[in-house]
């Protein structure tokens, strides 16, 4: 009994699935580093905010200040409050970019071991 040469994959098509699936580890890597990376800097940005906050809502601070020289300057605190809200913006739009990495890669991983499955079909018997 010899194989007929169909029931061996095509090299193209051992060749497509090889880059599909490169493609999809990247893809997949790409989204999880932007993920780890971007929730880090996210969470930096949240605690300074927080802390800015504090500070513009704290009384004592609007007191002291005037009386040490330096006037209170609640629009440069506003600024720096406003700055970190965009950063932090920024972030979560890495995160979602990040997360759609991950989704496509799963995507392609599904579809590369669909196509694997495809090509490993037994051949059937004719007769």
């Given at each position: 009994?010899?194989?007929?040469p169909s029931?061996?994959?095509?090299?193209?098509?051992?060749?497509?699935?090889?880059?599909?699936?490169?493609?999809?580890?990247?893809?997949?890597?790409?989204?999880?580093?932007?993920?780890?990376?971007?929730q880090f800097?996210?969470?930096?940005?949240?605690?300074?905010?927080?802390?800015?906050?504090?500070?513009?809502?704290?009384?004592?601070?609007?007191?002291?200040?005037?009386?040490?020289?330096?006037?209170?300057?609640?629009?440069?605190?506003?600024?720096?409050?406003?700055?970190?809200?965009?950063?932090?913006?920024?972030?979560?739009?890495?995160?979602?970019?990040?997360?759609?990495?991950?989704?496509?890669g799963g995507?392609?991983?599904?579809?590369?071991?669909?196509?694997?499955?495809?090509?490993?079909?037994?051949?059937?018997?004719?007769?």
């Amino acid at each position: 009994m010899s194989t007929s040469p169909s029931s061996k994959p095509h090299p193209a098509k051992n060749r497509t699935l090889q880059t599909l699936l490169g493609v999809a580890l990247v893809c997949v890597a790409l989204g999880i580093g932007n993920i780890i990376f971007a929730q880090f800097k996210y969470n930096q940005y949240s605690d300074l905010l927080s802390e800015a906050n504090a500070e513009l809502a704290r009384p004592e601070s609007a007191v002291s200040l005037p009386l040490m020289g330096s006037p209170l300057n609640i629009d440069k605190q506003t600024q720096h409050i406003t700055r970190l809200k965009v950063r932090m913006d920024f972030y979560s739009l890495v995160i979602l970019g990040g997360q759609t990495l991950v989704a496509l890669g799963g995507i392609g991983l599904a579809a590369c071991l669909l196509i694997g499955r495809k090509s490993e079909e037994p051949p059937t018997l004719a007769g």
